[in-house]
């Protein structure tokens, strides 16, 4: 009998000892969520855009976990009362912008 209680306090010694090393390793390596700089969560408006509220919710629910993203608004014909809601949502959000589809481009152009 002591010799299967002995077993069991090796065992759960030995399981708990893995846990904290787990733990400790854990925090350690994963000190912080990465950061991308310069990454674009980038929405094409065009027309009216009437799902632009909830694309630009979801955005942000993306952006929580991408710490230095940015969302960028981009106007490719949006109509003036979609043109209004899309700067109000931009100057609501934090490390959001609208630009127009003139204005933003990736690398170099033709």
């Known amino acids: 009998m002591v010799l299967l209680q002995d077993g069991l306090i090796a065992f759960f010694s030995a399981v708990g000892l893995t846990t904290v090393v787990w733990l400790v390793a854990g925090a350690v390596l994963h000190a912080g969520r990465p950061t991308v700089p310069g990454l674009l969560l980038v929405l094409p408006l065009r027309g009216e855009a009437l799902a632009m509220e909830a694309d630009v919710r979801e955005l942000r629910r993306i952006q929580g976990s991408l710490p230095g993203a ?9 109509t003036e009362d979609a043109r209004g809601l899309a700067r109000y949502l931009a100057d609501r959000e934090k490390n959001a912008e609208l630009v127009s589809a003139e204005e933003f481009h990736l690398g170099e152009r033709p």
């Open 70 to 78: 940015k969302i960028v608004l981009a106007d490719c014909g949006l």
